[in-house]
């Protein structure tokens, strides 16, 4: 068996912790959690989905999600409406309030990987997010 410190899965957590520490702050200042912006950053890109498609797209089980969404529908950074197709259907989308927060924290967090390209090389980031995407397309 491999040494533990060569661990795969290990060494992706570790990733993960290092390059989120370069973000965390910025987060924090703004009163949010990582799986908070994980999903305003989709309801920007997407506009306007379903919780079971929005769990998918940011790795966040059902059970949390629900927290998520309810704590920032209270904050007012999420609106919920039922779809018109189907009335079963509940829609998420972000409010105003969010739709602004997420232009004026966007910049300030896109500088933040200025500042991982001063460490590793943009060259070496994207072989890197390639590498990641093919790892996620694996099938076991």
């Given at each position: 068996m491999r040494k533990f410190n060569d661990s795969i899965p290990l060494k992706l957590l570790k990733a993960r912790e290092s390059t989120m520490a370069f973000f965390r702050p910025i987060?924090?200042?703004?009163?949010?959690?990582?799986?908070q912006w994980r999903v305003i950053r989709a309801l920007n890109e997407y506009e306007e989905l379903e919780s079971k498609q929005l769990a998918e797209l940011c790795c966040i089980l059902s059970p949390s999600l629900t927290g998520i969404i309810n704590r920032l529908e209270?904050?007012?950074?999420?609106?919920?409406?039922?779809?018109?197709?189907?009335q079963r259907r509940v829609l998420i989308s972000l409010t105003d309030q969010a739709k602004q927060l997420f232009k004026e924290l966007s910049?300030?967090?896109?500088?933040?990987?200025?500042?991982?390209?001063n460490q590793i090389s943009k060259e070496k980031l994207q072989q890197l997010n390639e590498l990641l995407s093919e790892i996620i397309h694996l099938e076991p």
């Open positions: 987060l924090q200042e703004a009163g949010l959690t990582e799986q209270s904050q007012g950074h999420l609106k919920r409406r039922k779809s018109t197709e189907d910049p300030r967090l896109e500088g933040r990987y200025g500042d991982l390209t």
